[in-house]
């Protein structure tokens, strides 16, 4: 499995129960000999695998899973996001927002230092967000999370105004006062995404160009730094002494360790050579019984996306919707995927986000949309038939290169060929990267996307496909979905109940009505993970694993 | 011992009258150059192995399919990554290939062995039987179970036979190995077609032609073989999307050049003979001469290397598939099928096996058969 | 020599110079820029973006740059890298695939040749037989499948040595092994055939009519004579190693350079793509170079024919 194929993939803040036991936090068995942190026996050194060399550690220019995950564990911005997946202190103490939302003054602590000694202030967080709109810094993430959120953010990253003009300011070396575009219910979620992590201004003018390239380059005041570099090979990240909460981190130690090949993983971990390594769906008959097996569900979300503007057939509704449900989801997740996803009946992922009355998730309170039904499916394809006229249909479908997304390839077209009398599907694999250009080109009919949510809320996944936005690319539009978002966004952003149904129904409108995408699979990763690893918690956006808590525990793996 | 002296006498010996005819006779049948390496070959036995097998290759690439009832692209994911099974061969337990998936379970104990097992199987625990291996005295992984799932059953096709088995889509691989096999030949012999021809016009024109003419062209030859092949044929792949064509002509795009040599390096060998330039001197047109004496002469040559390119054209399309430029799925060829197969050479390797196992036979038949064939044409042609 | 020498460097030069060019065009024709998620930026930043890569210029200019950088030795910002030259990119890949492939160049080229010399010694006997099986399977099989066997059975099962991952020099043992096998079938194929050659030859039988015994027959006249002609497939099989080291590198988690070549490919880092292309096509005229001037000089008939070949 090929890393650039997760960089869409990214954000904040955890995942409900279901996840907390995947997580390593379940109580597991050993006495616990040390204080209430438990249970941390032996080397306190982890060894895991990642599939790629990270192509940056400068937090303004992430934008691979590596990257953040790294950025994530070697910065702490305002927030962090904890163990029931909440944000939890970080160089914030706690914050004040203004009665119209818009103005949020955080707190910051005064104990905080980089590893040079420098304190933690205000300021480094104005000179990093303001690095990260400049047009200069050329930063992918820094316009698309600010803009719209922080007051300015726009305007500046289109060079009409200056830095200093965005919203965020320091009221004095600990007191950080941002103003907001407009009202935004999950600031504080996005408070832990890596652009908006601190930077010392001194080190990083100092270092110039050079910036983040080697790890002696590299200024941390998280919980690990990073001590070794070598590129295409591995990576070292020790204890950071100099951060705050230093006696909570109780791992000394982390590799990473640059894996492509999954059965060379699979091997090092055999030899005891790594604690962690994700594996593919052909070797997890053969561990689903062993303790080290586990799998780690994600709220990425992927679907058939359809390209509707054209006059092409997708621009038929019933084709859309034939084409939505002749796909057999169980076993696309079951015998394909074999790795714990399963199938997806909407754009918002299930264990995502909660009413906010009750515990009810999205996915149960919106029900399956247009979940799997050949009959209806075949149905939908005659009538469509007929509508346009012919017997024939060809559609091109892209998808990616890698072998698991080749024998998905295959899978969809023997499925829908079978299903649909008629209709030749041709698959067009190529490199993630050309994909994500074809759909931004919208030189494409039919493509499988996936998408992770960047901060946590429905809307990261419901403004997608508002008319003309950024990652439509199919042309799709619905006034009437357009005013929900809009309404979501502005009329009702302090009104919770009214904003969760506004979602609900844009969702049904989208998938059920319309068939604008046909949604395939919800994700889930398999890993062989060494028993005695334990506290690692998963994260729905931002930086996927936080090792801050974590401890091995020798007695565990017995 | 007895010595017996004796004077020979005359009627010893007969007169044998001198016959002017017979002494211009010639014994055995006259054989062409040709037909005596065909000779030389048929006495040639691995290299006769290596002809048949390739024959059997190439026939069953054709004809291997219609042996199975199934699709190459026909899926079913109940079927999924069905284990060989072969009629008759299949009551023979150390061929394995009686459709039965057998693992091993190891806990403390055989019990709790068997128990995890019982957890993997969930509701096709029918189907599987269970052999106690060591009991187990408490200690990790002491108590081991074997555990033989029948597979065929649990799917409801005890009278199916995959002699092959199926892939995770429940393709069956039979049907896609032999497939296979004719992509794979077919890439090979189109790049290997490419190369002779291209390789031999350019090769022959600046032999044949000599000076100027050649001196340039073999400049610019020289210049074309200082790069490394390898890296244009990824190039050509990323510019013209994998394909069989595209594939085959990446790799002719670099492979003629070593034809142009050979041949040129012939033909002006053979331009300097006295045949030759007899006939040039009786007026035969340049036309003939090619046609008549050089082309015939080279032949041997053309063909031993041609024997040599097409594994190395096989061997390039399985490394390219490796690394992820090769054909498009669904289509297979034996590099796609390699591929597959590699990535699950511990869990599934049958997958693995047949195709890597044809892909061998196929190479080494080639390299085989060229060896004999360069033995037969001149025992003392030798590698370039 | 010296003029041989100096116009086959210029050819050289010439050699680069056109893949250069060629490599340069080709990417142009394909989609890519550094631009990785359009979507998000605004046009001031795709602007500065490609500013930076100089890719705002019109094309002829571009190629100017290009060539006129490439002289002074800058091979340009990768893609995929942020910030990060392509020099510095190989530089740090460089090692470990060097010295993989010299290790198996070396250990590969001599068992290789060992096997030949008792194939030609032995020859149609027993130990030939074995010695010519080796070199068949060896040519045959791809490297990949030996990678994977070797790491899995050495590796996992008997633990001898490290899975995979680059340290010591116990990490470089598999994937050396598995690099060699191809080198040494093929020398130990053309060892054999030129030691039968070398030993039909007439001062072999007039050695043996003159008395040598068969020890100094086979070492002082046999392969001595042998050997010679083997210099020049070295050449093309360090080259051929090249291709080895895309896969086994892959395999065994090495930070060589073919490993870091199929990753450029694949994420369509151009600026990389192109830079390692060169360097291959470098160290490709390169070696072809040295083999040619090293025969020179141990074969003094190529010596003195060779200034006007």
Redesign the interface.
Known sequence: M?S?KLWLLLSTVAVGSSLAACSGNSESGGESAEGEEGQASGDQVVDISIS??I??M?PS?V?DQHGMQWTGETYEGLYRTGEEGDPVEGIAMDHETSEDGLTWTFNLREDAEWENGDPVTANDFVYAWQRAVD??T????G??MMAGVIDNATEV???EMDVEELGVEAVDDYTLEVTLDKVTPYFESLTTFPTFLPLNESFVEEQG?NFA?EAENTLSNGPFKMTEW?????MKFEKNDTYWDADTVQLSEINA????????G???F??G?LDRVSI????V??Y??EQSFRTIEEPSVFFLKMNQSNDGPLANENVRKAIAQSI?KE?LA???LNDGSFPANGLVPENFVTSPESDEGFREANGDLLPTDKEAAQEAWAAALEELGTDTVEIEMLGD???KA??I???F??QLEENLEGLTLN???V????R??LS?EMDYELSVSGWSPDFVDANSFMNMFVTDG??N?MGYSNEEYDALIEEAAGDSADDPQARWDAFLEAEKILVEEDAAIAPLYQRSTAYLWNPALQGVYYNAAGHDFEYKWAYVDEEAA? | MEKHKQEPSADWFERVERDEEKAQEISRPSRTFFQDAVRVLFKNVPAMIALISLILIILMGFFGSSFSSYGPNEQALERSNLTPKIPVLENISWLNVNGMESSVYEHVTAEQAQANAEVRFGDDSEFVTYTVLSEGDGSPSSGQVRADYDRYAAAGMEDEYFYFGTDRLGRDLWTRAWEGTKVSLYIAFLAAAIDLVVGVAYGGISGYYGGRVDNYMMRFLEILMGIPNLVVVILMIIILEPGIISIAIALAITGWTGMARVIRGEVLKLKGQEYVMAAKTIGVPDRKIIAKHLIPNVMGLIIINTMFTIPSAIFFEAFLSFIGLGLQAPEASLGTLVNDGFKALTTTPHVLVFPAVIISIIMISFNVLADGLRDSFDPKMRDR | MARYILQRIIYMAITLFIIATISFFLMKFLPGTPLSAQERLSEVQQQIILEKYGLNDPVPIQYLNYIWNLMQGDLGISFQYDNRSVASILETRIGPSFQLGIQSLIVGSILGTLLGIVSAIYHNGFMDRISTFIAVIGTSIPSFIFAGLLQYFVGVKLGWLPVATWGGFEYSILPTIALMIFPMATCARFMRTEMLEVMGQDYITTARAKGANQTSVVFKHGIRNALIPLVTILGPLAVGLLTGTLVIEQIFAVPGIGEQFVSSVMTNDFPVIMGTTLFFAFFFVLVVLIIDILYGIIDPRIRISGGDR
């Open positions: 090929k650039k790629d060399e192509p940056s400068d220019l934008t047009p200069d050329a930063s992918e993430y316009p698309y990253s289109e060079g160009e390239l070598s590129h295409g090979e591995s360790q640059v894996v492509k090949e999954t059965s060379t699979v091997n090092l055999e030899t050579e593919s769906a052909e070797y008959d053969q689903s019984t057999d076993g079951d015998t394909i290169d890698t072998d080749q024998n390839n295959a899978y077209k023997n698959v067009k694999s490199p993630f990267k050309e994500l250009r931004d950024g990652y690319q017995e």
